[in-house]
């Protein structure tokens, strides 16, 4: 029984709620993305390049294999794929720098010290003479 106790306490912790939310979330953001990619993207630069469709160019290497269908490799679709990760990438690249500028940034404190020209030891900043070394500031 104590191990079913210690999964369940490991299970409830706030880091692995976290996670799982954020993977669920991840996975329905993904699949906008991934939308956004194939059906308003995609097709804008399929025409730029001449109405080409990468996911149709391939390679033959035989004309017939050991299940005698033809050997291809589908570079094409290797090469949808990286596109579709690198504009996801700068998507979510996008993102995340629209996030960070919305933070409320937090002002610099206001020092309350400064060092003595002289000891270098740190004094209160509306002191006019150092007290440790007594030097005029």
């Known amino acids: 029984m104590g191990m079913i106790k210690e999964f369940k306490e490991f299970a409830m912790k706030g880091n692995v709620m976290d996670m799982a939310v954020g993977i669920i979330i991840g996975a329905g953001?993904?699949?906008?993305?991934?939308?956004?990619?194939?059906?308003?993207?995609?097709?804008?630069?399929?025409?730029?390049?001449?109405?080409?469709?990468?996911s149709e160019l391939s390679y033959e290497i035989a004309a017939e294999g050991a299940d005698g269908e033809p050997v291809v490799i589908k570079y094409g679709q290797f090469v949808n794929t990286v596109l579709d990760f690198v504009i996801i990438a700068f998507v979510i690249f996008l993102f995340i720098k629209q996030m960070n500028r919305?933070?409320?940034?937090?002002?610099d404190p206001t020092p309350t010290e400064k060092k003595c020209p002289k000891c270098l030891l740190?004094?209160?900043?509306?002191?006019?003479?150092?007290?440790h070394c007594t030097s005029e500031i």
């Open 29 to 54: 953001f993904g699949k906008i993305v991934s939308s956004l990619v194939n059906d308003i993207i995609m097709p804008p630069i399929g025409l730029l390049m001449g109405n080409v469709d990468f």
């Open 102 to 107: 919305l933070k409320s940034k937090e002002p």
């Open 122 to 131: 740190l004094v209160p900043i509306e002191a006019s003479r150092c007290g």
